[in-house]
T-cell receptor
Framework: AQSVAQPEDQVNVAEGNPLTVKCTYS??????LFWYVQYPNRGLQFLLK??????LVKGSYGFEAEFNKSQTSFHLKKPSALVSDSALYFC????????????FGKGTHLIIQP | DTGVSQDPRHKITKRGQNVTFRCDPI?????LYWYRQTLGQGPEFLTY????????KSRLLSDRFSAERPKGSFSTLEIQRTEQGDSAMYLC???????????FGSGTRLTVV
């Protein structure tokens, strides 16, 4: 069975500082990894994905994520946080050779303080 | 194309009643997914269609749940004999290719009283 852990329910960062939202996963075979963001009263939006290739992937709104196979992690990062980045972030995984359905983590609330 | 549309946005029903939700995916997307999200949790996979074929069903999808995508376009999710535990946000998403990021709809919030 595949699983995702987001160890922090909430992350607080001052505006302008770098941010990291952590994600670790468990899956058989090669992982397909995703980050989604959910703003208040809005639907989930796709941010970025890792399928294969460069371990550092870039996505929307200046976010990036680093795939680390040995640590089975896929942490979300941004060099300089904006207040508008405040939202709920979800990490998700599926097996590359397996079924299409994603397994999501519980989510991490990111709060950027002015 | 205005994205993935779900109808209704909200549904309140009495326990034991049947409910049906509709999802209209992005027109060129042949993959369609249903998820369920409860407060404080991430979305949980329910089922997946490629065109009109239902290719995956989660163990979460009890016999009371049924989904269809008759012409490979819109999809419906029906819950029969609703229970209070069915109260959740039901999310639909679509994608073009395997491995693509999904486009999610805004969801249908179901409240069973």
């Amino acid at each position: 069975a595949q699983s995702v852990a987001q160890p922090e329910d909430q992350v607080n960062v001052a505006e302008g500082n770098p941010l990291t939202v952590k994600c670790t996963y468990s899956v058989s075979g090669n992982p397909y990894l995703f980050w989604y963001v959910q703003y208040p009263n809005r639907g989930l939006q796709f941010l970025l994905k890792y399928i294969t290739g460069d371990n550092l992937v870039k996505g929307s709104y200046g976010f990036e994520a680093e795939f680390n196979k040995s640590q089975t992690s896929f942490h979300l990062k941004k060099p300089s946080a904006l207040v508008s980045d405040s939202a709920l972030y979800f990490c998700a995984v599926r097996s590359g050779g397996g079924a299409d359905g994603l397994t999501f983590g519980k989510g991490t609330h990111l709060i950027i303080q002015p | 194309d205005t994205g993935v549309s779900q109808d209704p946005r909200h549904k309140i029903t009495k326990r034991g009643q049947n409910v049906t939700f509709r999802c209209d995916p992005i027109s060129e997307h042949n993959r369609l997914y249903w998820y369920r999200q409860t407060l404080g949790q991430g979305p949980e996979f329910l089922t997946y269609f490629q065109n009109e074929a239902q290719l995956e069903k989660s163990r979460l999808l009890s016999d009371r749940f049924s989904a269809e995508r008759p012409k490979g376009s819109f999809s419906t999710l029906e819950i029969q004999r609703t229970e209070q535990g069915d109260s959740a946000m039901y999310l639909c998403a679509s994608s073009l290719n395997t491995g693509d990021g999904y486009t999610f709809g805004s969801g249908t919030r179901l409240t069973v009283v």
